[in-house]
């Protein structure tokens, strides 16, 4: 497991933008796949956005899609989750998370089973007001 730490959240009305940020080593490969899963009031969690460490490969869950975007920057060894057009039922905590998982693994599959991720942040919220 590694140390991740997430910042950047916040409380804006619907419409509005955050960027969260990830901080970590960044540089084994128990960080191979990294993504942002978020629970909300009275929610599971949800995969929301995720990204492989080669090639930068990206996969979102479709609420998002459009909307938000993950990227990364090896130089500072930070990933980001940049929102946009936030929408009330975007509130959350919002986690990073990561995990050694292939390529494919990582963008097609731990969306949906956010348990793979074994070393996780502890949580940034966000609040969207309409």
């Known amino acids: 497991q590694v140390h991740l730490t997430e910042s950047g959240g916040g409380s804006v009305q619907a419409g509005g933008s955050l960027t969260l940020s990830c901080a970590s080593s960044f540089n084994t490969g128990d960080t191979d796949c990294v993504g942002w899963v978020r629970q909300g009031p009275g929610k599971e969690r949800e995969g929301v956005a995720a990204?492989?460490?080669?090639?930068?490969?990206?996969s979102y869950t479709d609420s998002v899609k459009g909307r938000f975007t993950i990227s990364k920057d090896s130089g500072a060894n930070r990933v980001y989750l940049q929102m946009n057009d936030l929408k009330p039922e975007d509130t959350g905590t919002y986690y990073c998370?990561?995990?050694?998982?292939?390529?494919?693994?990582?963008?097609?599959?731990?969306?949906?089973?956010?348990?793979?991720?074994?070393?996780w942040g502890q949580g940034t919220q966000v609040t969207v007001s309409s």
């Open positions: 990204i492989y460490r080669v090639g930068s490969s990206t």
């Open positions: 998370a990561a995990a050694p998982l292939p390529s494919v693994a990582c963008t097609k599959v731990a969306l949906r089973f956010v348990d793979r991720f074994n070393s």
